[in-house]
């Protein structure tokens, strides 16, 4: 049965809910096959896979055109996409058609936006009619150029404070869950505890209700990967080798 954000909603507790990237319909399949909850299309498509630093240049046609790509492998997982740099901050009937793109170009599920109690009321615009939102708080990769450089969060009791507040504004605003970004494990665990929505973990610990990692980083075909995302394969070095072994055979004398 196709993963919903109520069943989403019930594993808080139950058990852990796991999550990750995909921009494509090969990949979407194949974690789909492995069993995922979520299939988030994340805007870190723009530095895993389309060659850019970060994910400032991502566009909402790049991300639906992803999203599209994506629902086509027709996931058990639900499909979360992500909004882009700007577009999250769009309010009113701007924001409501750029995430019903999502929905009905895309064939999302649910979209996910970056932001804290700043975001609250755009997050209750889009639930509001209808659109599941996924919040996400800690680090938020679309203020790079503010913060110049990712660092980690919820490291002091006045970060803590904030961080729970802003939890607590995206629970009230509608949102089905958050992502917690590069966050102090302690504080992740805490803020965990205070709300009654499942939080989504990446590089904050375990004390999260489900974890999310990029695809490309659990594969190891990232070419950089953060320090805590563990790789479960090595298919750069594979995929190079293969196609060293395909070139050999080319060149070779008994050709191929
Ligand atoms: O875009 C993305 O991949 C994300 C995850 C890291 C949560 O936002």
């Known amino acids: 049965m196709k993963i919903t954000t109520k069943s989403i909603i019930e594993k808080k507790g139950v058990e852990k809910i796991v999550a990750i990237t995909a921009y494509d319909s090969l990949f979407a399949k194949l974690a ?19 060659g850019f630093e970060n994910t400032i240049s991502v566009t909402l046609d790049m991300m639906i055109h992803h999203t599209a790509a994506v629902a086509r492998a027709n996931p058990r997982a639900m499909i ?3 909004m882009p740099f700007g577009v999250s901050h769009y309010k009113g009937e701007s924001l409501l058609k750029a995430a019903v793109r999502f929905l009905q170009e895309g064939g999302a599920q649910a979209v996910k936006m970056e932001g804290g109690k700043e975001s609250a009321e755009r997050i209750a615009t889009l639930v509001e009619a209808g659109i599941p939102v ?7 990769p679309q203020k790079f150029l503010k913060l110049g450089g990712y660092k980690k969060f919820g490291k002091t009791e006045g970060e803590f404070e904030s961080m729970l507040e802003d939890a607590k504004a995206v629970r009230d605003a509608g949102a089905f869950s958050l992502v917690i970004e590069m966050t102090d494990s302690e504080t992740a665990r805490k803020v965990s505890s205070s709300i009654d929505i499942p939080t989504i973990g ?5 004390g999260c209700d489900g974890e999310i990692r990029v695809i490309t980083d659990v594969l190891g075909l990232s070419e950089f990967s953060p320090k805590f995302a563990k790789k479960y394969a090595n298919l750069r070095e594979t995929a190079r080798e293969a196609i060293k072994n395909f070139s050999r055979e080319v060149k070779g004398d008994e050709g191929i």
């Open 32 to 50: 789909d096959e492995a069993g995922v909850d979520i299939i988030l299309v994340g805007d870190s498509v723009g530095n895993n896979v389309l």
């Open 80 to 82: 979360v996409g992500d």
């Open 134 to 140: 996924m919040g996400h708080i800690g680090l938020q």
């Open 202 to 206: 990446i590089g904050s610990g375990n």
